[in-house]
């Protein structure tokens, strides 16, 4: 069955160029962003795993179809973006306290451009569609991926690097009222959409491969700056020896992965049932391979 396209919103007043606001959250819940005023005030930590057997097993069967360097990462950012096109509601965010639904899925992620100390870096954001397969999803991000390691010079972080050098020639207090003023722009969500499509700290969620540096997940902080709702550290570091019934002994691999979350987003039931949906999916990636029946709209 053929994906239902996702619905386009006609822009009312008090919506932002990133997201459209959410009028109909009941009077708890908009008390509660005054209570909670900050992402880090309202931080929650999701800390679980799930074997790596379906995961490898899939790996290594895309690579044999071609998909060259092809991991855990794309199958684990494929999984958020279904989720998001099933609960939507992961992928609010809030803004001068106010919440918002999320125009765009965007994930964001820095890049070496060698696993090396001293290599060069870069944040890249990568920009999905509800609809997109795992086949899209590995194809969208390993182009720019690739793209930037083996440019002579990081041609995608351009315009993030412009920007940070100009903000960094500032003096001290002339950067600090700068940030001041971008913050209240922000508020009022006015920040220049040249400015939001480079920025690391709007998106809908930050996603690090932490196993590659050889250390375990991470529990980290969300910004208080930007509206990242959700960050997701993982790794697949860990083998553990399960002695079964019969007393054989079986190495298991897991895959660890902590989610850091606003908890003014969406109630605990919400984040629940996303989970099992990203269980599922680890647990299954072939259902990655078709995109879904329906897409699941935002509440008004």
Do not use: W
């Amino acid at each position: 069955m053929k994906s239902k396209k996702t619905e386009t919103y006609k822009k009312r007043c008090g919506d932002r160029k990133d997201g459209r606001l959410i009028r109909s959250i009941n009077p708890m819940s908009i008390f509660a962003l005054y209570v909670m005023q900050t992402r880090n005030d309202a931080n929650n930590y999701i800390s679980d795993s799930v074997e790596l057997d379906a995961i490898e097993k899939y790996v290594h069967k895309k690579r044999n179809e071609g998909f060259e360097g092809f991991n855990a990462m794309y199958v684990f950012a494929a999984a958020y973006v279904r989720i998001v096109s099933q609960k939507p509601g992961i992928n609010r965010f809030v803004s001068g306290y106010r919440l918002y639904a999320r125009n765009n899925i965007e994930v964001i992620m820095t890049i070496k451009k060698e696993l090396s100390l001293n290599a060069p870096e870069t944040v890249v954001k990568f920009f999905f569609e509800p609809e997109n397969t795992i086949d899209e999803v590995y194809n969208l991000m390993h182009s720019k991926i690739k793209a930037y390691q083996n440019a002579a010079e990081p041609e995608d972080a351009d315009d993030l690097e412009k920007f940070l050098r100009f903000a960094l020639k500032l003096p001290r207090t002339l950067l600090r009222l700068f940030m001041k003023i971008l913050n209240r722009l922000d508020y009022n969500g006015h920040i220049p959409q040249s400015l939001l499509k480079i920025s690391p700290f709007h998106g809908s969620m930050v996603m690090s491969a932490i196993g590659s540096l050889g250390i375990p997940s991470v529990f980290h902080h969300l910004y208080n700056f930007g509206n990242v709702s959700m960050l997701i550290t993982f790794s697949t570091n860990r083998h553990e020896k399960d002695i079964k019934r019969d007393g054989t002994i079986v190495k298991k691999h897991y895959l660890d992965f902590i989610i850091t979350t606003d908890d003014r987003i969406c109630d605990g039931q919400y984040y629940s049932e996303a989970l099992h949906e990203l269980h599922k999916y680890l647990k299954n990636p072939e259902l990655l391979e078709q995109p879904p029946k329906t897409v699941v709209q935002d509440i008004p």
